[in-house]
């Protein structure tokens, strides 16, 4: 609340981090009053947007009470500052008319701020969907020293590899149970069988290091060795996802994969209108299903400015198609109903019916007159 409304480094202690990371940002500070015109921005800042009434709520408290949480900063080559957490407090102190603000300094290199960073970020109590996910993404490529886009492989590869392991205890139980009823050399069969399956779906996914696995490798020619490298998952990796998602608390590396990664392909207008928190990722997801671009944005400014529910959203959409569907031209609407008929006749009984193929052929003959007609 008030001047410490923000969400601040010194909260970073409730979140689960790893033993090294926690003793870098702990050690060797000390505190100062700065001058703000000596503070530089990180450009690179993982937060976006900031939202201009919240901001003059905040300076407002500051004119009252002052900052109360300090800003992070560390200090540069040439004199000057860096801001590595409190923006917000950063500019809403400008707002104040505050020409000097409370800091503490600590050395730290470029890995370290940027952690410090995502995480004070990812730990706003006004963080949008959007912006949660590019923070985590950004923080796993970090972690994992990956890019983005081999970060979402990853992912994709964990969730194929559970999925594998789902089905092969699936398979493990309908064994049980076939072992009940069926001959004991049979039994060995489908043993052979199961173990034969599992262990090339697993070829891809985990690694082996027994001499069996050796012998394999040995016959693999170097394109395809390469590719059964790159879908290896390492125990560690998992590890490291599995540790980002437990601090964080609010989502599952599953959930993530298949509800949030897909707001990325979302188009660029539905994009910035999550990153600056003025619709749900919910409503924007169902608004981008929307083709027309005129369209879209028409809805997308109708949803933000009529605060429209995600069911009135909805039914606009359904009328938009319902729309497109009326708008087909009557030729191309005959044409394919004519072939549509054309398919059916194919298969229907009717030609075994002398009554009704000669009811057929005169309904043919009508058409055939009507077109000559048309065509003098």
């Known amino acids: 609340m008030f001047g410490g409304e923000d969400s601040d480094f010194s909260e970073q202690s409730s979140v689960p981090t790893t033993s090294d990371f926690s003793e870098q940002i702990s050690g060797n500070k000390t505190s100062n009053t700065i001058d703000r015109e000596q503070i530089k921005l990180d450009p690179n800042q993982p937060r976006r947007y900031f939202d201009p009434k919240k901001l003059e709520k905040l300076a407002q408290s500051i004119k009252e009470l002052g900052i109360l949480e300090p800003l992070l900063v560390r200090p540069l080559n040439d004199g000057y500052y860096e801001l590595i957490a409190g923006e917000r407090r950063f500019k809403a102190a ?6 000097e603000v409370p800091c503490i300094v600590k050395e730290m290199d470029d890995e370290t701020v940027k952690q410090v960073q995502l995480i004070e970020n990812l730990q706003r109590e006004d963080l949008n969907a959007y912006e949660e996910t590019i923070g985590i993404l950004e923080l796993l490529a970090l972690r994992l020293k990956m890019t983005q886009d081999e970060v979402i492989s990853l992912l994709n590869r964990i969730e194929k590899a559970n999925r594998k392991k789902a089905d092969k205890v699936i398979r493990h139980d309908s064994k049980e149970q076939t072992d009940n009823v069926i001959h004991h050399d049979s039994k060995e069969q489908a043993d052979n069988v199961i173990r034969h399956d599992n262990d090339e779906s697993e070829d891809d996914v985990i690694r082996h290091n027994d001499e069996s696995e050796d012998k394999k490798a040995d016959n693999v020619t170097p394109s395809k060795r390469k590719k059964q490298a790159n879908n290896v998952i390492r125990l560690e990796e998992i590890e490291i996802v599995n540790k980002v998602f437990a601090s964080i608390g ?44 005129p369209e879209r944005l028409q809805l997308l400014d109708k949803a933000i400015n009529q605060n429209l529910s995600l069911t009135q959203i909805k039914e606009i959409i359904l009328g938009l198609e319902s729309s497109e569907q009326k708008e087909i031209p009557p030729e191309k609407a005959a044409s394919q109903r004519v072939a549509n008929i054309g398919k059916r006749l194919k298969e229907a009984k009717v030609w075994d019916d002398v009554k009704k193929r000669r009811k057929l052929e005169k309904l043919l003959g009508d058409i055939e007159k009507l077109l000559d007609e048309q065509a003098c």
Request: no cysteine; hydrophobic share 40%; glycine share 8%.
């Open 250 to 293: 609010r989502l599952s590396a599953e959930s993530f994969r298949a509800n949030r990664l897909p707001l990325l392909n979302l188009p660029g207008d539905i994009q910035q209108a999550l990153a600056s928190g003025t619709i749900e990722y919910t409503k924007a997801r169902a608004i981008a299903r929307v083709k027309s671009e």
């Open 94 to 99: 400008g707002i104040a008319g505050l020409s």
